[in-house]
């Protein structure tokens, strides 16, 4: 069975930094891009940043948003896909997802709550 | 960047009716490898997303079939034959043809 696990997710404050991970297993990790996606209390999905394979280079891409303050990196040795946000502002506060694929999307783990406030 | 602009807000339904939803976007979605990649998701009620479509009209693997996908040009619907008690949630469409992807803004199917 196909599983992505999020990790991470806490209670900081404005400005400071927050390391979310994602855990996957049950396909060849190798051969995917894994994707974050966020969801603000209440509101729609908002693409976040994307890790490509190491075919493609093992590039990552960010939304206008977050470029800057977030980077994202996968270690293929465990099947994992981390996402560092600093300078974290309220408006990232949200459930952050991680998604199997760069293009498919296809399955979903059960997100990370992460709340920026004061 | 590519939006995609969905309608209704908010489609109010009757069991066994059916029930369709729009989403247009800005600009093409075919990709020069010749697929259009345009998905669709169904959010139920605290759960996360789940992929009902990809590629327009291709069905994922347990997805029943009285959900459907079809395009013409620029503009892409997802219908529902007939609505079940558990088709109720938030449904999005999102592309990945053009970077960055991006989501419409979602429809809440919900019962009269």
């Known amino acids: 069975e196909v599983q992505l696990v999020e990790s991470g997710g806490d209670l900081v404050q404005p400005g400071r930094s927050l390391g979310l991970s994602c855990k996957t297993s049950g396909f060849i990790f190798g051969d995917y891009g894994v994707t974050w996606v966020r969801q603000a209390p209440g509101k729609g999905l908002e693409w976040v940043s994307v890790?490509?394979?190491?075919?493609?280079?093992?590039?990552?891409d960010y939304a206008a948003s977050v470029k800057g303050r977030f980077s994202i990196s996968r270690d293929d040795s465990k099947s994992i896909v981390y996402l560092q946000m600093n300078s974290l502002k309220t408006e990232d506060t949200a459930v952050y997802y991680c998604v199997r694929g760069a293009r498919g999307l296809d399955v979903w783990g059960q997100g990370t709550t992460v709340t920026v406030s004061s | 960047d590519v939006v995609l602009t969905q309608s209704p807000l908010s489609l109010p339904v009757t069991l066994g009716q059916p029930a369709s939803i729009s989403c247009r976007s800005s600009q093409s979605l075919v990709d020069s490898d010749g697929n259009t990649y345009l998905n669709w998701y169904q959010q139920r009620p605290g759960q996360s997303p789940r992929r009902l479509i990809y590629?327009?009209?291709k069905r994922d693997s347990g997805v029943p079939d009285r959900f459907s996908g079809s395009e013409s040009g620029t503009d892409f619907t997802l219908r529902i034959s007939r609505v079940e008690a558990e088709d109720v949630g938030d449904y999005y469409c999102?592309?990945?043809?053009?970077?960055?992807?991006?989501f419409g803004g979602g429809t809440k199917v919900e019962f009269k």
């Open positions: 890790v490509r394979t190491k075919r493609y280079g093992g590039r990552g």
């Open positions: 590629q327009v009209s």
């Open positions: 999102m592309q990945a043809t053009l970077w960055p992807v991006t």
